[in-house]
């Protein structure tokens, strides 16, 4: 499986992979649930290797780390998936 973050890159640089709709689901302990956001509403700072910043539908911004991260999905179609613990 490829780690998160090459994946993250791929679909910012690269053009043609990066061109479909992403969503980004992720474990939010205190909701006890997956929050999906799309890819657009993902920040990436670039001081910071081991988070992404994610905004809400409600404006609110999560600091979401990378081994949150469960699901990747391009189009509808689940194309990485964390191994859950």
């Known amino acids: ?6 994946l993250f890159a791929r679909i910012r640089w690269d053009p043609e992979f990066g061109r479909a709709r992403f969503v980004i689901a992720y474990l939010d302990h205190r909701k006890e649930a997956l929050v999906r ?5 993902i920040r990436i700072p670039e001081d910071h290797h081991f988070a992404v910043e ?10 979401v780390p ?5 699901e990747v999905w391009r189009d509808g179609v689940l194309v990485w998936q ?3 613990a």
């Open 1 to 6: 499986m490829i780690p998160i973050h090459e």
């Open 82 to 84: 964390r191994e859950h």
């Open 66 to 70: 990378y081994h949150r991260v469960r």
């Open 37 to 41: 956001v799309p890819f657009e509403h």
């Open 54 to 63: 994610a905004v809400e539908d409600d404006g609110t911004l999560h600091s």
